[in-house]
């Protein structure tokens, strides 16, 4: 499927969604149900997509997914190594 003109995808994850209207920045609430050793590391920008979930770090050109928070739930995403 061909991503619409004009729109630059942001998600790191394999969703179809990941697109950067739907991506923003953590509210305070959700940042506490992010565990301590992720904020420890992080050295860019949360970010958090509306349509799939993912929690990801923007460090530029680099970015690193940390899992989904879905809910009051983060769960760890075991299969992408930073």
């Known amino acids: 499927m061909a991503k ?13 969604g990941g697109y950067a209207y739907n991506q923003r920045s953590l509210y305070e609430g959700e940042l506490e149900r992010i565990p301590t050793d992720i904020l420890e590391t992080v050295k860019g920008c949360l970010w958090y997509c509306a349509y799939c979930h993912a929690v990801w770090e923007d460090r530029g050109n680099h970015k690193r997914h940390f899992g989904r928070l879905e809910g009051d739930k983060f769960e760890h995403d075991k299969r992408i190594s930073g």
Do not use: D, T
Not at 4 to 16: A, D, E, T
């Open 4 to 16: 619409p003109l004009g729109l630059v995808k942001r998600c790191p994850g394999k969703c179809s």
